[in-house]
């Protein structure tokens, strides 16, 4: 065969190969979508005619009240295309400005016009906004497309945001809770009651302890942001006033790290709390003097958090995490300045020195089924005994020791008021007796802490809607 006949043949054949077509039919599951794909428009389904040797073809679905979709089809495509459509949601909210989440995602503020939502699948859209609470709504065909949110006012003591300690760090666990608008106190028990801080919605006090002078507390306030649409947590420490409304301020610690649980030395030079700046939870010093001074403590494999220094500062007892274990707090005790190895004592958590540094209360028992309960120990972990007596379905925890050593003012959810079960006051002797009841609104009062004078109570209360500290004077006549 001669050259001019090979490459004719060869030309044939392309030629005849390239004009192989493939038929997409492009289609669509709601009704009354339209194809548009170059020269060619109409309904769905549509074919659309693709060659071997030809460009990729581009294809526009669509729909009133839906947003279009492109895709782009070629010889390879599959012969069948489905395109689903999104429908376009309005959405409002009785405050603008909210953030809108589809599935968790943030796509916009309110009001927010034209948001594409696909309603075939589990899709739930929600509106948050600080200072209001949540509100959201699992999307199905049949919604409308007009979408209003009703978000009630926050108010932060409506949660119980809790910083759960982890080996790799902490958690946010958020509860609902009950917070009665009602900031009274009827108790007999109680003479005088008052609000000493005025925390914003997106403040939450968690624990706190008096400082020796008896004039400041220091607390660990979790603070929620929001950031790149995502809502962020990160808890510092504060020294407030202790005898002023309002109670000013100063930062004791900064940064995005969770600093919790801060205790002070009896001299009130050395301030020691538990803080993830390593990574994980480790036992940390500060000098309170010149706020400066760093120093880590404790540097395991568990998560060390309520640190108490005895009052000769010279041991350490911390609650440790362990990991993979059945009972996974334990009490641990090492020297004061972090040297020397850690001896486990027993299992329990939060435990807080007597004034004499002889003995040391703790609580043990699962808060998430009601069985904690306060206990006390000598100082070598020696000669356990259970304080808080009763074996009911009932949380006795946040123990503190009155500055004389002959009473300890805890937080119990023993009582029932207005039919629910919520946590005040109570008050006992040293050896566990003469149990009395302080606080009876019907919001969460727990975190006491006795004054120098053992008659004045610092305490924490979702009273108002919001979680502040307040200051209460004991009836000692009843």
């Known amino acids: 065969m001669k050259k001019t006949q090979i490459w004719q ?27 548009r794909c170059g020269d060619q428009y109409g309904p769905a ?63 916009g503020k309110t009001p927010a016009k034209g948001i594409a939502i696909n309603d075939s699948n589990e899709t739930v859209v929600s509106v948050k906004k600080q200072g209001w609470l949540e509100a959201k709504m699992k999307i199905t065909p049949e919604t409308p497309t007009d979408i ?12 119980l945001l809790n910083i759960v300690p982890g080996r790799d760090g902490v958690t946010i666990k958020t509860t609902d809770i009950f917070s009665d608008t009602d900031v009274g106190e009827d108790s007999p028990n109680v003479a005088q009651v008052r609000r000493l801080t005025a925390q914003p919605q997106t403040e939450f006090i968690q624990n706190m302890s008096l400082l020796p002078d008896g004039k400041s507390l220091v607390t660990s306030i979790l603070e929620e942001y929001e950031e790149n649409g995502k809502i962020l947590y990160r808890a510092n420490l504060w020294i407030l006033d202790s005898s002023i409304a309002g109670a ?22 050395t301030l020691y709390f538990s803080s993830t700046r390593n990574g994980r939870l480790s036992i940390w010093s500060l000098n309170m003097r010149t706020m400066s001074g760093l120093h880590l403590l404790t540097n395991a494999n568990t998560a060390d958090y309520a640190p108490a220094i005895n ?55 699962s808060m998430a089924k009601n069985q904690a309960k306060i206990w006390v120990m000598d100082a070598n972990g020696g000669n356990p005994t259970q304080l808080s007596t009763g074996n009911g379905s009932y949380n006795d925890i946040d123990p503190r020791w009155s ?44 975190k006491p802490v006795f004054a120098p004078d053992n008659k004045t109570v610092f305490f924490r209360s979702n009273r108002g809607l919001v979680w502040d500290i307040w200051v209460m004077q004991l009836n000692e006549d009843k």
């Open 45 to 107: 389904p549509m074919e659309v005619e693709t060659a071997w040797l030809g460009s990729a073809k581009q294809a526009t679905v669509s729909k009133e009240g839906y947003a279009s979709k492109s895709i782009s089809v070629n010889y390879e495509s599959s012969r069948v295309v489905n395109v689903i459509l999104e429908r376009k949601f309005n959405i409002t909210a009785n405050q603008d400005g909210a953030t809108v989440y589809v599935n968790g995602s943030a796509r």
């Open 148 to 159: 209003a949110f009703e978000m009630g006012q926050d108010g932060s003591g409506r949660r």
């Open 248 to 269: 000013p301020r100063r930062a004791a610690t900064t940064g995005n790290y969770f600093d919790i649980t801060a205790n002070a030395s009896v001299d009130g030079k």
């Open 403 to 446: 500055t004389d050593g002959k009473r300890i003012v805890f937080a119990s959810n023993r009582g029932v008021v207005k039919g629910r079960q919520n946590y005040d006051i109570w008050i006992m002797d040293a050896d566990g007796g003469h149990m009395t009841q302080l606080t009876t609104n019907s919001s969460c009062d727990d």
């Open 311 to 365: 009052p000769d500062a010279t041991e350490l007892l911390y609650t440790a995490v362990l990991p993979g274990g059945m009972n996974p707090s334990y009490l641990w005790s090492k020297p004061a300045d972090g040297n020397g190895m850690p001896s486990q004592l027993r299992e329990g958590y939060n435990a807080v020195w007597s004034p004499d540094g002889k003995k040391c209360l703790y609580v043990k028992g």
């Open 9 to 35: 043949a060869f030309a044939a054949t392309t030629i005849a190969v390239a004009a192989g077509c493939n038929t997409v039919t492009i289609r669509c599951p709601q009704a009354g979508a339209n194809v």
